[in-house]
């Protein structure tokens, strides 16, 4: 049996704290009320500021603001259907007892059995909670749209923060143009609507402009929300493939296929049964010192 070269620990999943199952109509109705929420604001952007602009020839500021509003609750409604990456429950034929080790870039994983969906899970890969599911390369679960936050719909969850972070700006100034542009006009309800339109997309900015920040550090260094600043050891990331290619993975690559037809390992690319059969059971013997 090959012993390995470098003495290095295993590194454990964290485990998700226990939480009880909860009710699934309250996160969907709030999902819902959000869509709704973006619904309504956006009517009555575009029939009163909006519209009055039109109306004085000011053409660009509709335009704009509609393109970044369809493609807002495109990426939104997309996000709250979109699967995450859910890996489908196995069987107890291998059972918990049984210790599988996977390599990322020499880097060793012990693969955690997850008791709810009767596999071992592959890296990056978490039971959630409230979706009761094991999820792929999970990044967190959104209440706001209530889902998981994983590989196969990551790239809307930036899609939606960014056009979001854009959509707002954009209803901020339009509405402050409006404003400007009718000061030498008595208070109406288009005022009324500029205002009320306006605080709401000015108190929501700064909070998605810092998380589209945050997510991008975090894509950079090909980290996840779940696992905290402390997940390695020595600093050493071995999901890390450099900035460049962490946004091309992230974004730009290839999903691979879908786990209703076929699971997929996500470290190295191959349905879980082959990637346990391929992991040779891990016994205290395979570790080494380094001084012997």
Known sequence: MPLLKDAMPLIKEPHPPPQAPLPWILPSLFAAFNVV???VFSGLFFAFPCRWLAQNGEWAFP???GLLCVLTIFSLVSLNFSDPGILHQGSNEQGPMVVHVVWVNHRAFRLQWCRKCC??????TYHCPWCNICVEDFDHHCKWVNNCIGHRNFRFFMLLV???????????VTCLIFLVRTTHLPFSMD?????LVAVPAASFLVPLFLLLLIQAMSVSAAERSYEGKCRYLQG????????????YLT?????????????????????PDEALSAARPFTPSDVRSPCT
């Open 63 to 65: 335009l704009v603001t």
């Open 162 to 172: 960014l056009s979001l972070c854009l959509y707002s700006g954009a209803m901020l």
């Open 119 to 124: 596999f071992h899970r592959p890296p990056r």
């Open 37 to 39: 929420l973006l619904v």
């Open 236 to 247: 050493y990331n071995p999901f890390d493939h450099g900035c460049a290619n962490n946004w």
């Open 251 to 271: 974004i730009c690559a290839p999903l691979g296929p879908n786990s209703t037809q076929a699971q997929c390992c996500p470290c190295c690319g191959t349905a």
């Open 191 to 195: 005022k009324a609507i500029a205002i």
